[in-house]
């Protein structure tokens, strides 16, 4: 999993200072849309404290924020009917790949998908020939500002934590779905400053790759990742920190 989360925690530190600045404000504003219709108030939707709580730690302006819950939960006119859309397929080398959509125009996200694909060697696969390879979960991210693992672990093992993975930089906190409210809440309780808490899927089974495949995934979910449509990439492959140095090198 090293590797994979490695590759994770390089991808998220970069998305903060990228030229995709602005694709990541759309896609945090989206979600802070959709959230905010089942109501407007962060202290009664644990989804729409979360989405807001990951704009602001993007420092996505609080004027922006404020819109989108308006839009969403119909105080302003102009929201969009946002749909969630999961496609499955294969990259390079045989890797799974959930492809997490969120869009106005489901015709124009498939056709987003299926090029950056087909461009890329990979290909869209039957619906539910992919999904059974993932499990989804609750993802806490934890700056590690001189916290240990056993910090956080003690913090949120009662509230229902799984796992605690040392990500280099931060610590990523595992959980059922059902616990990850619970998993933030204990985390503020013991003062300890999260980065997001949102729902994920981790693979259950994972495909090595050599430095030539992972290149060529990677090309791949960075074209996937460059679709306006496209929300979150979640692929089951597996690449070692040797293979990560050479290619952030």
């Known amino acids: 999993m090293s590797g994979h989360s490695k590759w994770a925690t390089t991808k998220h530190k970069k998305a903060a200072l990228d030229a995709k600045r602005g694709k990541l404000f759309a896609g945090l504003i989206k979600n802070i849309e959709v959230a905010a219709r089942n109501g407007a108030d962060p202290a009664g939707n644990p989804t729409l404290f979360d ?49 997490e959509c969120l869009t106005d125009n489901r015709n124009r996200a498939a056709s987003e998908v299926r ?36 910090d956080v672990l003690t913090a949120v093992l009662d509230a229902g934590a799984e796992e605690c993975n040392d990500l280099g930089e931060s610590y990523e906190v595992i959980s059922d779905p059902a616990d990850l409210i619970p998993v933030r809440q204990a985390l503020q309780a013991a003062g300890i400053d999260y980065e997001s808490a949102e729902s994920t899927f981790v693979p259950s089974m994972q495909v090595p ?37 050479k290619l952030d090198a």
Request: glycine share 10%.
């Open 115 to 150: 090029t950056a694909l087909t461009r890329n060697g990979g290909n869209l696969a039957d619906p539910g020939s992919v999904a059974y390879l993932f499990n989804r979960k609750g993802q806490v991210m934890v700056p590690k500002a001189g916290l240990s693992e056993d």
């Open 209 to 245: 790759l050599e430095e030539d495949g992972a290149r060529k995934v990677f090309k791949l979910i960075d074209a996937l990742d460059d679709c306006d449509d496209v929300q979150n990439v979640f692929a089951n492959f597996d690449v070692s920190d040797d293979i990560m140095e």
């Open 51 to 99: 989405a807001i709580q990951k704009a602001k730690k993007n420092s996505v302006p609080n004027d922006n924020i404020d819109r989108a819950v308006k839009r969403g939960s119909g105080q302003e006119a102009g929201g969009a009917d946002w749909q969630t859309i999961m496609y499955e397929g294969y990259g390079p080398n045989g890797v799974a790949l959930l492809i």
